[in-house]
């Protein structure tokens, strides 16, 4: 899927000035140390060696290695492309890193492109490139944005006729502030059942669901064992759920584009985290993860704890990861924590929050796992280590599953009562 860009070689000169290391003296230079400075997770260093219209995206890529161990290894830019003050640097290497001492993972770098402009004499990361820009015709490609924007209903044009007016119906939905007495279990809105039938119209598969999310959600630990037949059985009553299981086949056990144990909603909205092998240049994890295996439904988790998280930031990458899925006619669910480490369970509200402006479905979690032995938290694990109390009991990971696997089977009713079932 990724393009090859070899030929660059062959018809730009590039300037033995130009094609050195060290620092921001050169564009190669100034790519080593953006991603230096990423790898870091120094937010300042980051925004100093990025131009001024990526230095927000540079803060947010600055984040999304926080909580996992890294290493940048082998790392060689060069320059393929320079036209003035703009030029184009391909790199190699990898990005070692592991979460909580686990098994360690790579971020290749081979193959990816960067634009470098010069900025106040010195040569700036710009963001990634493409070896379809007309850079060599002097013209650098726009920057990605880090957000996406919500979509917009369409104007309705002025009529003759006056408007009659009509006496709106009351919200009766509990709100933000009450999320702790909020069923389990949500329903699916009417208008998501537009939005779902828009998105299967447009080549979504009503077979598939995707996850955006932590070690709280990668398949072990969440829904994977219904795509391993003998590892559940379901009780007397419930074994209409076996269709819901074989409807969403090969979903339950499948590790996601958007999904990673340490994972952070900075890393879903970074390029770099993105796999190149199955990802377009440029492309964020939570993009190409929507583009390729284009669902239906996506969960929306991200309830690992790193340095700099707040409930005023997770709400906001919430709000543009809900927006992205809104935008491609995937309908989101989100999902409550059973956890407190940052007090007064404000992420929850936040959560709860958005679930309610944009109103779309919410999995009460916490209130599932009250019945728990220590509300669901694995507290020997978490013992010595900080924060305290985040992992869940392998108990909670399959109770936490049985509610999602039954809110997907409500949601597949009342599609299928809307006679938009697939």
Request: glycine share 10%.
């Amino acid at each position: 899927m990724r393009k090859n860009w070899t030929w660059l070689y062959l018809f730009v000169f590039v300037a033995a000035a130009c094609s050195s290391g060290g620092g921001g003296g050169s564009p190669d230079g100034a790519v080593e140390s953006y991603l230096q400075a990423i790898v870091q997770t120094d937010g300042v260093e980051a925004v100093n060696a990025a131009c001024a219209s990526y230095e927000q995206q540079a803060l947010l890529e600055a984040a999304a290695y926080q909580g996992v161990e890294t290493q940048l290894e082998n790392l060689d830019c060069q320059v393929v492309a320079q036209d003035g003050e703009q030029a184009m640097v391909a790199c190699n290497g990898q990005v070692r890193y592991s979460y909580a001492g686990g098994e360690d993972q790579f971020d290749e770098l081979g193959g990816r492109l960067f634009n470098v402009v010069l900025e106040g004499a010195e040569w700036k990361a710009c963001g990634a490139g493409s070896p379809d820009s007309a850079m060599v015709a002097g013209e650098i490609p726009d920057t990605p944005e880090a957000t996406v924007a919500a979509p917009t209903a369409t104007d309705v044009p002025p009529t003759a006729e006056p408007t009659p007016d009509y006496t709106p119906t009351p919200d009766t939905r509990p709100l933000p502030a009450s999320w702790r007495s909020w069923p389990i279990v949500p329903d699916l809105s009417d208008w998501l059942v537009d939005v779902y039938a828009a998105g299967v119209a447009a080549g979504n598969d009503p077979h598939r669901f995707a996850k955006a999310g932590d070690c709280q959600n990668i398949p072990e630990a969440f829904l994977g064992f219904y795509d391993e037949p003998g590892r559940y059985h379901f009780p007397s009553g419930e074994e209409h759920l076996q269709e819901t299981v074989d409807h969403f086949a090969g979903s339950w056990g499948r590790d996601g584009l958007a999904l990673d144990g340490g994972y952070n909603f900075p890393a879903i909205f970074t390029a770099l985290r993105a796999d190149p092998e199955q990802c377009d240049e440029g492309e964020t994890p939570l993009a190409c993860e929507i583009r390729t295996y284009q669902p239906s439904f996506i969960f929306i988790s991200m309830e690992f704890v790193y340095e700099g998280r707040t409930a005023e930031n997770y709400e906001e990458y919430l709000r543009q990861a809900v927006d992205y899925a809104l935008a491609n006619n995937v309908v989101p669910i989100l999902l409550t924590k059973a956890d407190n480490v940052e007090g007064g369970h404000a992420i929850n509200e936040a959560t709860a929050r958005v679930a309610y402006d944009y109103d779309i479905p919410l999995i009460n979690w916490w209130l599932a796992a009250q019945p728990l032995e220590n509300h669901g938290l694995d507290l020997d694990r978490d013992e010595g280590r900080r924060p305290e109390g985040f992992h869940i009991t392998y108990e909670a990971w399959s109770v936490r599953s049985y509610w999602a696997l039954v809110t997907l089977d409500g949601f597949l009713q009342t599609l299928e009562d809307a006679g938009v079932g697939g």
